[in-house]
Structure formats: structure tokens, C-alpha cells
């Protein structure tokens, strides 16, 4: 029991590491301000937060606003431009707050459709990026073994007078293994190591 319990664990560790691996952002539009008519600026103030951040997909939209006092759609760039709800992607949502995952790479726009609040700077546009997963690790695939060109010289006969023919040497790519080795030999010796260890742990 107790060495499943450290296998459990040790799961669970190794899921933790990669979630935060790959963990997504949340971005609270407007920060302090939250999903409101600017008091100053207008739209220039949506345009000012989103300039700083980086969105990536899988992050997360957080629209605080009051419920009925404000809502979100997200529209076409023609809609965004015109704050109207012609070329709108989804549904409006009207209750507050809104989370919404950024699922697509590209340009992403939101309005509030609320009385002339667009109009007044109740409109966010920003940019969506694909999530970088960092660079591919190097090849470890070894070269190709140089292929012989030559064969070895036949000894002469003034090197077997004494009766000792000499041994052509080994193939550089040729490693002989020490006798009585095999790789089920180096697996079994593996094993035990590890499983010397893991009773050691709970004993």
C-alpha cells in the first residue's frame, strides 16, 4: 500500500509540473475599472490596457460589470467600427461577470450593446496568438557508421612464422560487450536498483 501511495504522488507531482507548463492567463478588462463606460478617454482607455498584454489562446476574459447595467458580444471588425450588433459572433451576455476563453488566433472584438455605451468607448479590440510550446530539443539520432572501403590486408608469411597469426582489431563501430552481458542482464540490474530504493523509501 505504501508504495502506491508513492506512486500516487508521484503522479500527481508530475501533473501539477505540466499544468503550470502550459498554464493560461486571466486578463480582467480594464483592471480597476472593470467593463464600463470610460469616465475619460473612451475608447482610448480599452485600447491603452490592451497595449500591454500579450493574449494568448487558452487565456481567459474577465468582463466584471453589474448585471443589466452592462453586457458583451463580440462582433466583426464592421460591427466593432460601426458599434453596432449586425456582424455579431455569438450571443449578447448580460450577466455579470463574464469569463470567456480565447479559443481562435487572430483579432477579437467586443462591445457592450447597452444604449450608445459602444459609442461612448464600451469596446475592446485585441489580438489573439498562438501558445508558444517552446523550442523542439535537438536530434539525438547518431550518424550513420562510415561504410568500409577497403578490406583488411591477408597477413604475410613472415609475421605466422612463429606460429601466431595476428587478429584483424574490431570495427570502430563495433563495441563488444563484456561476457555474460545482455540488455535483459542491464534491465534486470535497473530494476533492482530502483526497486532497492523505492523499498528503502517506505522502510
Known amino acids: 500500500m505504501a508504495v502506491f501511495n508513492i506512486g500516487v504522488t508521484f503522479g500527481f507531482a508530475m501533473m501539477v509540473l505540466f499544468q503550470r507548463s502550459v498554464a493560461q492567463t486571466v486578463h480582467v478588462v480594464g483592471d480597476s475599472i472593470g467593463w464600463t463606460v470610460p469616465q475619460a478617454g ?9 497595449s500591454g498584454k500579450n493574449f494568448m489562446v487558452g487565456d481567459t476574459l ?8 452592462h453586457d ?6 464592421e460591427s466593432f467600427d460601426a458599434c453596432t450588433s449586425s456582424y455579431s459572433i455569438g450571443d449578447v451576455i448580460s450577466t455579470g461577470p463574464v469569463n470567456i476563453t480565447l479559443d481562435s488566433t487572430g ?10 455605451h459602444c459609442q461612448s468607448g464600451q469596446k475592446l479590440a485585441i ?8 523550442a523542439s530539443p535537438p536530434s539525438t539520432t547518431p550518424p550513420p557508421p562510415p561504410s568500409p572501403t577497403a578490406t583488411p590486408p591477408v597477413p604475410s608469411s613472415n609475421n605466422t612464422s612463429d606460429g601466431c597469426v595476428p587478429t584483424p ?3 570502430p563501430t563495433t563495441i563488444p560487450s563484456p561476457p555474460g552481458s545482455s540488455s535483459s542482464n542491464v534491465l534486470a540490474s535497473f530494476l533492482m536498483t530502483m526497486l532497492a530504493a523505492i523499498v528503502g523509501l517506505v522502510f
Open 42 to 50: 473612451g475608447a482610448q482607455a480599452y485600447i491603452t490596457w490592451a
Open 62 to 69: 474577465t468582463f466584471n460589470f453589474t448585471t443589466n447595467n
Open 72 to 77: 458583451v458580444l463580440r462582433v466583426q471588425k
Open 107 to 116: 483579432e477579437h472584438y467586443y462591445i457592450c450593446t447597452i444604449g450608445g
Open 127 to 134: 489580438t489573439v496568438s498562438s501558445r508558444k510550446t517552446g
Open 169 to 171: 582489431a574490431p570495427s
